[in-house]
């Protein structure tokens, strides 16, 4: 006869915790973690500060002038009232085209623009891959120069 029965232990994970115990090492564990949180942002807010102050100013070079214009030029773009209808129906998709990534056509697009019936250029001025360049698109805007058109600017949110 065997009167040896085996004790079923439970495991560590599986116990019951009482819920007054479990509160207040909730507790003291979110006391812990922002004391260690708010120590490690002071280091690095002194560490940044120590950065900052070492760093020179730097002067960014301004963007060179790669095209022919003159600031006393006096030729000037002078925008006519819109008119909603005329930009919905004689509409023109020219991606780009003031910002130079065509630059290789961009006399050719310019004489095609000039010739064609459209009265909005939408997305002429581009800022996707980088700083438009004002100077080459007023050139491009001399070249064109039809009394009234719209030109349209994307500003992305790609630029740096």
Same mark, same amino acid.
């Given at each position: 006869m065997n009167l040896y029965t085996p004790r079923k232990t439970v495991s560590f994970w599986k116990k019951p915790? #009482? $819920? $007054?115990?479990?509160? *207040?090492?909730?507790i003291i564990l979110s006391i812990i973690l922002t004391t260690v949180v708010l120590i490690i942002s002071s280091r690095i807010s002194h560490i940044a500060s120590d950065v900052s102050a070492n760093i020179s100013n730097t002067k @960014? #070079?301004?963007?060179?002038?790669?095209?022919?214009? /003159?600031?006393?030029?006096?030729?000037?773009?002078? #925008?006519? #009232?819109? /008119?909603?209808?005329?930009?919905?129906?004689? *509409? %023109?998709?020219? &991606?780009? $085209?003031? /910002?130079?990534?065509?630059?290789?056509?961009? &006399? &050719?697009?310019?004489?095609? @623009?000039?010739? /064609?019936? %459209?009265?909005?250029?939408?997305?002429?001025?581009?800022t996707w891959l980088v700083p438009p360049d004002f100077y080459f698109a007023k050139e491009m805007m001399q070249k064109i120069d039809r009394p009234n058109i719209v030109y349209g600017m994307f500003i992305a949110e790609a630029l740096n």
């Open positions: 915790v #009482p $819920f $007054f115990e479990a509160v *207040g090492l909730l @960014i #070079p301004p963007h060179e002038k790669r095209h022919r214009y /003159s600031p006393e030029e006096k030729w000037q773009f002078r #925008p006519r #009232p819109l /008119s909603v209808q005329k930009m919905k129906t004689q *509409g %023109c998709v020219t &991606d780009g $085209f003031l /910002s130079s990534y065509g630059k290789k056509y961009a &006399d &050719d697009l310019a004489e095609l @623009i000039k010739r /064609s019936e %459209c009265y909005y250029l939408h997305r002429a001025l581009e």
